[in-house]
């Protein structure tokens, strides 16, 4: 999905342009948090982002992208990522991924949460924390310039410390005016990441995809998206949209409502 080119270093003007469609992406966050509760369909959640959205002047950037259907992805339990809106209801015990990316300008703001349904199994319950310590703990280690080897050398070794593996087919992107750019982001350090760099300017998804078993994934034949863990167990994700700044890594999609670094699940 990443368009090959030279990346993408922003003017102070630009970085401005992205700190709002960052804000707005997570100003729509806040707005669906109160109705992600059991008895909602994920086709309804995906009317609400359609409704807001668009309300608003802004776009959905998954609504048409590579022939996506929906205005956003929703991820329950054993699906780990592109989760297409539909009938499901959701019922207390399950976790799930709401992944949003909204076009403010020509500008993409792009970010995801995990959300527990009611009373959660300790398993489901410690992958989705792991989800969101790893993506904190990898924030939290970058510098203006650092490798992007360095997400992954702080994320693999957690998660394993933690019981839990790290999907590798599915990665984070560079972002700007594009949805998805160079540079590749993984979160396992593989050689290129250990080449490439994140300079002052660029911008960039963090977002680990934490399996409780098995990091091997399979992919829905029929629907072309929906990507499930292997072995049926459940998986986590938490992703913001980062801008590196001279001083260091500023979170762009932090949201008023939600969790904030040491949260608690």
């Known amino acids: 999905m990443l368009t090959k080119q030279k990346k993408l270093i922003l003017s102070h003007a630009q970085r401005d342009m992205m700190r709002r469609a960052g804000s707005v992406n997570a100003e729509l966050m806040d707005f669906l948090r109160p109705h992600v509760q059991a008895g909602i369909t994920t086709l309804e959640i995906d009317k609400m982002v359609h409704e807001w959205t668009y309300d608003h002047g802004h776009k959905a950037a998954t609504l048409g992208y590579q022939k996506y259907p929906k205005c956003c992805c929703i991820s329950i339990n054993e699906v780990i990522c592109h989760g297409i809106p539909d009938s499901t209801v959701l019922k ?24 527990l349904i009611g009373e959660v199994t300790e398993e489901k319950r410690a992958v989705t924390q792991c989800a969101f310590d790893c993506m904190h703990l990898a924030i939290d280690q970058l510098t203006p310039g650092c490798r992007v080897a360095t997400i992954g050398e702080t994320v693999t070794p957690e998660a394993h410390r933690r019981g839990f593996t790290v999907v590798r087919e599915y990665v984070g992107h560079g972002l700007g005016r594009q949805f998805h750019l160079d540079p590749s982001i993984p979160h396992f350090p593989n050689r ?24 091997y994934t399979k992919s829905d034949k029929q629907d072309g ?38 949260h608690r699940f």
């Open 225 to 262: 998206w929906t990507v499930r863990t292997k072995d049926g167990r459940p998986s986590a994700q938490f992703e913001h949209s980062i801008l590196m700044t001279e001083k260091g890594p500023e979170i762009l999609t932090q949201t008023k409502n939600g969790p904030e670094k040491g």
């Open 92 to 115: 207390d015990g399950d976790i799930v991924n709401v992944d949003i990316t909204t076009i403010v300008d020509g500008w993409h703001g792009d970010q995801s949460e995990t959300f």
């Open 192 to 215: 290129q990441s250990r080449i490439d760099r994140l300079f002052a300017g660029m911008c960039f998804t963090v977002e680990p995809m934490i399996n409780a078993g098995t990091r």
